[in-house]
């Protein structure tokens, strides 16, 4: 991971991730991005983040999928905030091309207290298309990372997905 952010992480790779946004964009839209990732990374089941993965999911023409039962309606992002998510997702195909990652291995761990009808077809140890598990949401590079948001409690139901 360091490899891919010029070994900044945490608070530093926010400063990091958020000059190299600033540069030639205009200051709400700048402002919007910090926003927009300080929400997501404190709650990816916000009403902002949920609306966050809408909109990439529309921006990049793939299915938006979430499977929380208790949401009926997702709010949409205003401009600035439109105008951000692709700024975000600009820069960070420009850092990821200039070091020549084409793909990658990402991780997500997840619990439940009964496990979900759709995921009865998860295989353990096999790779699974990231497409249909909230592509937007919660993904780490370290299994170990992912592994901290699986409850392994008694009653409840956990694992960590492999994606590709």
């Known amino acids: ?15 990091f991730l958020t000059e190299k946004i600033s540069e030639d964009i205009a200051e709400k839209v700048v402002d919007a991005t910090v ?6 990374i404190i709650d990816a089941n916000s009403p902002k983040s949920m609306a966050m ?4 999911s529309k921006m990049l023409d793939i299915p938006y999928y979430h499977y929380d039962a208790k949401i009926q309606e997702i709010s949409e992002l205003n401009q600035n905030e439109i105008a951000a998510v692709k700024v975000i997702y600009d820069v960070t195909q420009k850092l990821l091309c200039e070091k020549n990652v084409d793909s990658l291995i990402v991780y997500r761990g997840l619990s439940w207290e009964q496990r979900p009808d759709w995921w009865e ?6 790779v699974s298309p990231i497409i249909k598990h909230r592509t937007l949401s919660s993904w780490t590079l370290h ?22």
């Not at 926003?35 to 997501?40: G, N, P, S």
């Not at 993965?53 to 990439?56: G, R, Y």
């Not at 077809?121 to 096999?126: A, P, T």
């Open 121 to 126: 077809h998860v295989e353990v140890g096999g």
């Open 143 to 164: 299994k170990k990372r992912a592994d901290i948001f699986v409850d392994y409690s008694e009653n409840n139901y956990g694992i960590v997905l492999k994606a590709a």
């Open 35 to 40: 926003d927009l990732r300080a929400k997501w």
């Open 1 to 15: 991971m360091l490899y891919l952010t010029d070994n900044q992480y945490g608070a530093d790779f926010e400063l």
């Open 53 to 56: 993965e809408k909109a990439v």
